[in-house]
């Protein structure tokens, strides 16, 4: 009898360890596959993929265009990309940190 209750406490305890377990791999293993390509391409070429610019269509949508650059232009490609990305991140965050703050003010106290 002692052996059925164990059994039974593992595979409850295995349900959210399981589902645990496959959320991990669900958000590693895309990012994954893609340093594997890349890794790749750059053992191939001897250049790493990148994402060089952003160029507008003829219906004014934006397009990404995927470049192979050397190690060197990736890492200064990077360090412009950086400091643009740098200013808009930082103005969401205090916008959600102001958010939180109201939400926070707002909220009823308990006695």
Known sequence: MAKHSTNTLLDVVGIPANLLAG???GAVMPVAAVAALA???RLLTGKVPFLTRVVPDA????QLVLELVTPEEARALWAEHKSSFGAP???LRL???A???????????DE
């Not at 219906?59 to 934006?62: A, I, N, Y």
């Not at 958010?99 to 106290?109: L, R, S, V, Y």
């Open 99 to 109: 958010m939180a703050e109201q939400a926070g003010a707002e909220a009823p106290e």
């Open 89 to 91: 991140l930082d103005k």
């Open 23 to 25: 959320f991990v791999a």
């Open 59 to 62: 219906e004014g949508e934006r």
């Open 39 to 41: 890794a790749g391409v």
């Open 95 to 97: 916008e959600i940190q």
